[in-house]
């Protein structure tokens, strides 16, 4: 069974940064797909940022420029660094990860960024 357990979230003002973190099952980590969704209250989950596989990253365009999705293959770990955050961005963060070659996805349990004066 695989677990993602993200951390990181928390209250920060406009303009300020923060970086979340989500640690994988270490198996099956490498190789697959995995990345960042977010959702705010009445708004459907959307992507933020992902890795398809290998090391080629994408981005939702609302986040282009200001966040960066990372990892750390011995830490079995993924991170997104979030700059100049905006009161928009505030959402509940889930990492998620797919088994390649699979419809199998897993979803951490969130955690929550509030961007706010």
């Known amino acids: 069974q695989v677990q993602l357990v993200e951390s990181g979230g928390g209250l920060v003002q406009p303009g300020g940064s923060l970086r979340l973190a989500c640690a994988a099952s270490?198996?099956?980590?490498?190789?697959?797909?995995m990345g960042w969704y977010r959702q705010s209250p009445g708004v459907e989950r959307k992507l933020v940022a992902r890795?398809?596989?290998?090391?080629?990253?994408g981005y939702a365009d609302s986040v282009k420029g200001r966040f960066t999705i990372s990892r750390d293959y011995a830490k079995s770990t993924i991170f997104l660094q979030m700059n100049s955050l905006k009161p928009e961005d505030t959402a509940v963060y889930y990492c998620?990860?797919?088994?390649?070659?699979?419809?199998?996805?897993?979803w951490g349990k969130g955690t929550l960024v509030t961007v706010s004066s």
């Open positions: 890795f398809s596989g290998g090391d080629s990253a």
């Open positions: 270490g198996s099956i980590f490498s190789g697959n797909p």
């Open positions: 998620f990860l797919t088994v390649k070659g699979t419809a199998t996805t897993y």
